[in-house]
C-alpha cells in the first residue's frame, strides 16, 4: 500500500476521541480534523472547552464535529459514544482512547475509590469502549489508539495505581491487536514529559524529569498529536506495537 501524503488524507473518516475537549486531546482532535477528519469529542465536565472546539470545527468546515457528554466509567457509556458517532457521522474509522485519571496513591493511603477510577479511567474504559466500537471498526479496517505512558513500564514514585493500569493499557493493546486483527489496527502512543499535571509540581522536580530525557527538553502536544496521525495515515503495516514519545525518557 502505498504512503499516502496528501493534506486531507482522512477525508470524511469519523473520529471519536476520549477527553479531547482540552490539553492533548484537543491537540489531537485538531490535527486529525485538519487532515480532513469528522470528530466526535467527549469530555465529561470540560463542556464550555468542548463547545469552543466544536464551533472551531464547524466554522473551518460545516458538520465536521459534535459533541458528546459522558462518565466514562458508567456502564451506558460506550454504547452512548458509539451511538452518537454513528448518529453524527454514519461510521466509525478511529477510536482514540485519551480520556485518562491522574493522581499520586502512595501505598499505605490507597483507596477503593482511588483503585476504581484510576482503573476504570485508565483501563476498564478503553476495553469496553474498543468492544462497543469493534464491529463498526472493523467495518471501516479501522484504527484504535491507546494513550498509554512511559510509566506502564517505568514506575512513577507514589502513583501505583496509575501505573499499574498504565501497564494493563500497554498488554491491553497488544492483546486487542491480537484479536481484533486483521480487519482492525491497535496501537498505542507513551508521552514522556510533554504536559505538566494541572496543578502545583515542584520546579526542582521539573528540572530533574527533563534532565532524564536524552533530548534535554519537554515535548508538545503537537509531538503526540503528530504521532497519531502517522499511526492513522501512513502506517497500515503497524499494529500491536507502542510507540514512546519521550524524548529519550524511556532510555
Not at 64 to 82: F, M, N, R, T, V
Not at 99 to 110: E, K, L
Not at 188 to 217: F, H, N, Q, S, Y
Amino acid at each position: 500500500m502505498a504512503v499516502m501524503n496528501d493534506n486531507f488524507a482522512l477525508r470524511d473518516q469519523a473520529v471519536l476521541i476520549t477527553g479531547a475537549a482540552r490539553r492533548v486531546g484537543a491537540e489531537i482532535a485538531r490535527t486529525l480534523h485538519a487532515a480532513g477528519a469528522n470528530i466526535l469529542i467527549h469530555y465529561r465536565s470540560s463542556g464550555a472547552a468542548a463547545i469552543a472546539l466544536a464551533d472551531e470545527f464547524n466554522g473551518a468546515r460545516a458538520h465536521s464535529a459534535a459533541i458528546c457528554a459522558a462518565h466514562l466509567l458508567d456502564a451506558d457509556a460506550p454504547d452512548k459514544l458509539l451511538a452518537a458517532t454513528l448518529r453524527e457521522f454514519g461510521r466509525l474509522d478511529i477510536l482514540i482512547n485519551n480520556a485518562s485519571s491522574f493522581y499520586p496513591t502512595p501505598v499505605g493511603r490507597i483507596t477503593v475509590p482511588q483503585w476504581d477510577d484510576l482503573i476504570g479511567s485508565n483501563l476498564k474504559a478503553p476495553l469496553f469502549l474498543s468492544q462497543a466500537a469493534a464491529p463498526s471498526l472493523r467495518a471501516q479496517r479501522g484504527l484504535i489508539i491507546n494513550m498509554i505512558d512511559i510509566h506502564a513500564l517505568r514506575p512513577l514514585k507514589a502513583h501505583v495505581v496509575y501505573s499499574a493500569a498504565k501497564a494493563g493499557l500497554a498488554m491491553l493493546t497488544r492483546s486487542l491487536a491480537r484479536e481484533l486483527g486483521p480487519e482492525i489496527r491497535v496501537n498505542g502512543i507513551a508521552p514522556g514529559p510533554v504536559l505538566w499535571p494541572e496543578g502545583a509540581m515542584e520546579e526542582d522536580l521539573k528540572r530533574e524529569i527533563i534532565d532524564r530525557t536524552a533530548l534535554k527538553r519537554h515535548g508538545t502536544p503537537q509531538d503526540i498529536a503528530r504521532t497519531a496521525l502517522f499511526l492513522a495515515k501512513d502506517a497500515p503495516y503497524i499494529t500491536g506495537q507502542i510507540i514512546a514519545v519521550d524524548g529519550g525518557r524511556s532510555i
